[in-house]
Structures are given as structure tokens and as C-alpha cells.
């Protein structure tokens, strides 16, 4: 009997938790084809349910909602860090490019994603996306700066500094993406991707070292350095 009991209270809570995650993804097509302003009837209406139904998975507006900031930010997360994998190919164009270029495409094309996150009142959720991927950034920065000549103490804030510039570069383009004068995302994410190669390439210079954008990163040397 109680197992029963236990099986029945299992099953109900797995009901739920995968009905309240049917109704964040909702939520988060509400976003993106309403704005950063979508209400809850927009949301409860793209589930296909009621407003009262999506209430009972959600304790108030602001947990419904952060669960929402929450699944966007895992989304970006999950688009970026595979392009942070480096192997012995790896040139500095490549990976600046293919991790830059994809969180800017990411957020043009769906800026409401990008604009939900900035209007939460704490602004959380934007910071769980910068801190997470900062600290991988900064993690794999420990295994490759001395490349550019930098301890590993160094790859942290310099890690944190490169993901708030694209950040706030983003920020910028976005809020002017429309406008008849502003460059093409193609050329804004070129101007950025660059800007970051001359801060890291200044770093290397500083410290004697050439580091050159297509060449791949001299792993070879690396390890026969350590060994």
C-alpha cells in the first residue's frame, strides 16, 4: 500500500515537473513571438491551456517568469560552449569567430530573448548567462594564455572583461540594428571578433610573443615545453 502510495506521489511529481517544463518552453515561444512583455495569457494561450492552469505549475508571475530567463539562458549556454572546444587545429580566428559570431547571431535572431533578460528587475538571468560562459572562457584562458604570454591568475578577469565587451557591444548594435546607417550584423560581428583578437594579440606582444590570427595555436609547443 505504501509503495503504491509512493509510486502514485512519483508519478505525480514527474507529471508535474514535465508539464511545468512544457509550459516554460511556452513561455519562452511567447517571448520570442510577443516580446519581452508577454503576458501570461499570451503564455497560458501558446501552451494551449488556461491562465489558471499555467498558474498552478508556477508560485507567481516572477517564478514564472524567472523559470523563463532560466531556459533562455541554458539555451545560449548550450549554443556557445561547443564552439569553446579546442583542438590542435584551433586558430585564433576560428575560435573568436565561431564563439562571438554565435552569440551574436543567437540574440539577432531572437532579440526579444536578449531583451527579456536585460528588463528582469535583478538582472540575473543576464548574469548567469556572462558568468557562466566567462567561466568557461576563463577555464580554458588557464590552458592557452600562455600562448599570449599571461599567467593563469591573469585568464579570469580577462575572461570576465572579453564576455562583458561582447555583452555591451551587443547591447549597442541591437538597440540600432534598424536603423538605415548601422553596420550589418555580418560587420558588426567582424568589428567585435577583431577587437578582441587585438586585445589578446596585444597581450602576446607585451610579453615578446607572436601569435598570428590563422595560424593554429601552438599546442606542440606547449606540451613540449611542459614536458
Same mark, same amino acid.
Given at each position: 500500500m505504501s509503495e503504491g502510495g509512493d509510486g502514485r506521489r512519483l508519478r505525480w511529481a514527474d507529471h508535474r515537473a514535465q508539464r511545468r517544463i512544457a509550459f516554460v518552453a511556452a513561455g519562452v515561444r511567447a517571448v520570442d513571438q510577443y516580446g519581452a512583455a508577454a503576458s501570461a495569457e499570451q503564455i497560458a494561450a501558446t501552451a494551449s491551456v488556461s491562465r489558471t492552469v499555467l498558474y498552478r505549475y508556477f508560485k507567481d508571475r516572477d517564478d514564472l517568469?524567472?523559470?523563463?530567463?532560466?531556459?533562455?539562458?541554458?539555451q545560449v549556454v548550450a549554443s556557445v560552449l561547443p564552439k569553446l572546444v579546442l583542438d590542435v587545429e584551433s586558430t585564433?580566428?576560428?575560435v573568436i569567430t565561431s564563439t562571438i559570431g554565435t552569440i551574436i547571431a543567437w540574440f539577432d535572431e531572437h532579440?526579444?530573448?536578449?531583451?527579456? !533578460?536585460?528588463?528582469?528587475?535583478?538582472?540575473? %538571468?543576464? #548574469?548567469?548567462v556572462e558568468t557562466t560562459l566567462a567561466d568557461r572562457v576563463a577555464f580554458l584562458l588557464q590552458g592557452v594564455m600562455s600562448f599570449f604570454g599571461m599567467e593563469g591568475v591573469e585568464a579570469e578577469p580577462t575572461a570576465y572583461g572579453l564576455v562583458g565587451f561582447v555583452e555591451s557591444s551587443c547591447a549597442w548594435w541591437l538597440t540600432r540594428r534598424d536603423k538605415p546607417d548601422t553596420m550589418s550584423v555580418e560587420r558588426f560581428?567582424?568589428?567585435?571578433?577583431?577587437?578582441?583578437? !587585438?586585445?589578446?594579440?596585444?597581450?602576446?606582444? %607585451?610579453? #615578446?610573443?607572436?601569435?598570428?590570427?590563422d595560424e593554429p595555436l601552438p599546442f606542440a609547443a606547449l606540451a613540449g615545453g611542459a614536458s
Open positions: 517568469r524567472q523559470a523563463i530567463a532560466g531556459e533562455i539562458v541554458s585564433p580566428r576560428d532579440p526579444n530573448y536578449y531583451v527579456f !533578460l536585460r528588463e528582469q528587475a535583478n538582472d540575473q %538571468s543576464l #548574469g548567469a560581428t567582424r568589428t567585435v571578433c577583431e577587437a578582441i583578437w !587585438l586585445m589578446l594579440e596585444g597581450f602576446a606582444r %607585451s610579453n #615578446g610573443i607572436t601569435v598570428h590570427y
